[in-house]
């Protein structure tokens, strides 16, 4: 089954830096590739995905990129503010796939310095 | 509202009772799934259901059980609680498809097992 390996665990950047957690996946026939954003207190919830057919897909200043060949998918996050401050989860899955579930990794705590 | 409910949101219970921790959602997704996490950590997959009549065990082995007889309603049952089931559940909710993949997390559960 699917098996997706979740870097770094935790992740302290400047305000205002960049910040990069990257994935990776096991199963090549994963197609959709989402990242969930957890707050404090909160459930968490969809940033931004990606699907197999695209390397690369920009929400203002965050941006997910895909390498199929190297089953890894990365998130970045640019000009870093406290509200970025949160858990983010990878995750893949074959969506078209009836039979198929969502794996999440482990997870990053992402802190932001002042 | 299309949404995904969670009920109760917070449950203190003695050793030994039998609970069942409530879920529900309004937007038709044929897939749903229930997560055990610590504050902050990772999330653990107990019990998922492709459909109505179908549940599988997830990768955390568990106590509890689950029923889908409906495509909204997903019940998950612990027949005897522990101190050791102390922590917070997340019911979620996805569609099959090529697109619209998302999952819905609802509220959580907080439950303590004294």
């Known amino acids: 089954g699917e098996n997706v390996e979740q870097h770094p665990s935790t992740l302290s950047v400047q305000e205002g830096d960049s910040a990069v957690i990257k994935c990776t996946y096991s199963d090549s026939a994963s197609n959709y590739f989402p990242w969930y954003k957890q707050e404090l207190g909160k459930r968490p919830q969809l940033i931004i995905d990606?699907?197999?057919?695209?390397g690369e897909k920009k929400d203002q200043r965050i941006a997910v990129t895909l390498n199929k060949t190297a089953k890894h998918f990365s998130l970045h996050i640019t000009e870093t503010q406290p509200e970025d401050s949160a858990v983010y989860f990878c995750a893949a899955s074959k969506g078209y796939s009836s039979a198929s579930k969502i794996i999440f990794g482990s997870g990053t705590r992402l802190s932001i310095r002042p | 509202e299309a949404d995904i409910y969670q009920t109760p949101r917070y449950l203190v219970i003695g050793t030994g009772k039998k609970i069942t921790l409530e879920c529900s959602q309004t937007m038709g997704h044929d897939k749903m799934y229930w997560y055990q996490q610590d504050p902050g950590m990772e999330l653990h997959l107990i019990h998922y259901s492709y459909g109505v009549n179908s549940t599988e065990k997830g990768d955390l082995s568990s106590e509890s059980t689950v029923s889908r007889i409906r495509t909204e309603h997903f019940p998950l049952t612990l027949e005897s609680a522990r101190p050791s089931h102390t922590s917070q559940y997340l019911c979620?909710?996805?569609?099959?498809?090529?697109?619209?993949?998302?999952?819905?997390f609802g509220p959580g559960t907080r439950l303590t097992v004294l």
């Open positions: 990606i699907r197999s057919n695209v």
């Open positions: 979620a909710s996805s569609r099959t498809g090529k697109i619209d993949n998302e999952q819905f």
